[in-house]
């Protein structure tokens, strides 16, 4: 029964989210602000967090900071704002993905589900350091990777991309979130950019780079690294 911090200071939000993890087997903690949550997680021992940016007192961000300094537990993080800049930097913080509200408790249910599978299997991946994607294996602290046992020549740039696709399995970033992430908030490049890199990278990843198995496109979205290739 996997443990979760719900974590807002809406108490009818976290009312019906309580009830319906419940009820979908999950064993649920809540915390109303910053200084609460933080409390709880020392306390505790949390499967996920679900965790609202603005909250009083200490806001969500800093929060996000703490945990992960402390470990790799999983944070969904809950928004209120449409700006990409607040979904991007809690993913560079470490949230491992975000939901806008108001959002339909079905999909962050859905979302829980994948994220806990992505730790899951990030945990066996980290004892090996290496992160594994079906035949796609990346060696970080080497900076190379293989699919299928097979070197995949790439460049600085081109790991770089891929490598945080890896890291986050089933998360679609778009072009320029990628662009953030990857080159920095100060390059000066379009978007087009990423268009080419990812083309490059499917060259020598793909079978067929026509039909790709790992490195998928959300058509009208961005890009993503297919979990279960």
């Known amino acids: 029964m996997p443990h979760i911090l719900v974590v807002d200071d809406e108490p009818g939000l976290v009312k019906g989210l309580r009830l319906s993890l419940e009820q979908e087997g999950f064993q649920v903690t809540t915390a109303s602000d910053g200084r609460e949550a933080l409390s709880k997680f020392r306390a505790g021992d949390f499967d996920l967090i679900v965790l609202d940016l603005m909250l009083p007192g200490v806001d969500g961000l800093t929060i996000c900071r703490e945990v ?119 390059f000066a490049g379009d978007e087009r950019t990423v268009d080419v890199h990812v083309r490059r990278i499917r060259e020598k990843l793909e079978e067929d780079p026509s039909r790709p198995r790992y490195l998928r496109t959300k058509w009208g979205v961005g890009y993503y690294l297919e979990a279960e290739p």
């Open 68 to 186: 992960r300094a402390a470990g790799m537990t999983p944070i969904i993080m809950l928004t209120a704002k449409a700006d990409d800049i607040d979904k991007i930097l809690g993913l560079e913080l470490g949230a491992d993905d975000y939901i806008t509200k108001p959002f339909n408790t079905r999909e962050l249910i859905a979302r829980i589900r994948a994220v806990l599978r992505r730790a899951e299997a990030a945990s066996r991946q980290d004892r090996a350091g290496r992160l594994v994607v079906g035949d796609l294996v990346l060696h970080p602290r080497q900076r190379r990777a293989e699919v299928a046992g097979r070197p995949l020549e790439l460049t600085a740039r081109e790991y770089d991309l891929l490598e945080l696709l890896a890291r986050h399995p089933g998360v679609v970033y778009t072009r320029q979130e990628l662009l953030d992430l990857v080159w920095g908030y100060d």
